[in-house]
């Protein structure tokens, strides 16, 4: 069975590097890149240095890895606020920027998130004021969240660049808390270089890992694997340490082209956790192609 091409992620290991020493652990470990995730530790898309961009594509092109660029959490497409949309539209021409400079195929974000219902609420209690429909405020919200995708989308295009939207159902007021509404507003967006990034973890929060596969498989060109035990709980656990049941999605993870990144949280032991998730999929893939 081919195996993918299985990424490192910063974000995992920036507790004990930083992101030219994550890099040359990603080349001499056999992985085939690295994921940059931009966090305000470490790698912050208006603060990156032309050394260091030069420094990367130098260690990709000698040691042969690749790289894929994702937004920051708080890049929000569906505001409605004009300062974060300004502010949103500059980072993001930064991670083009970053992106292009680093050849990666594609840039992520996350879908969005309506703010306006954080109005409605007061420490986590909702106020119910006739006023304000709950139903419009978040459908105005997902009208500028597809606008977003086209714009940005628009912008990876020209570059050459896939946009992809992560799975995030689990967040509070998303734009797209399923499967079924992600791919929805995709479909609205009509965008041909606009595809989902899967993140396991969010998917086993929601409807189930298998269930929102199967809704977004035909979109699915990047990854983000990793586990979880606790019902409801983003924690992003090595493989193996959870309850996920990653059968269905192996036949796609051996032929699909993008990066199956592990985006995993073990702080106190970050490097031997990457290691041994890698392991635990090749495991599986290698048990899959031994049954087939």
Known sequence: MRMPRIYTCNWTLFPVMDVVEA??????EGF???E???????????????????????IGKDEGIGYSVHAPDHLNPATDQPEEKTRDREVFRRLLEIAV??????????????HALLGLERRGVPFEVARYSRESLIADARKRAVDTYVEWSDLCREAGLTLTVENEGHVRHSV????????????????GNLRVNFDTGHAGIGAGLAAEFAVLRELIVHMHLNDGRTP????????????ADFTPLVPFLARMPGAAVLEIHAPDRPVQATKASRDYLLRMLRAAGTRA
């Open 101 to 114: 400079r680093l050849e990666s195929p594609t840039l992520g974000i996350h879908p969005g998130v309506a």
């Open 176 to 191: 797209a808390p399923t499967a079924e509404i992600l791919a929805e507003l995709i479909g609205k967006a009509a965008c």
């Open 32 to 34: 085939a890149g690295m």
């Open 23 to 28: 890099a040359r652990f990603t080349a001499r």
């Open 36 to 58: 940059l995730e931009a966090a305000p530790l470490g790698f912050w898309p208006t603060t990156v240095s032309p050394t260091l961009l030069r420094e990367l594509a130098g």
């Open 232 to 243: 409801g709980v983003s924690e992003h656990l090595p493989l193996g340490e959870g309850c």
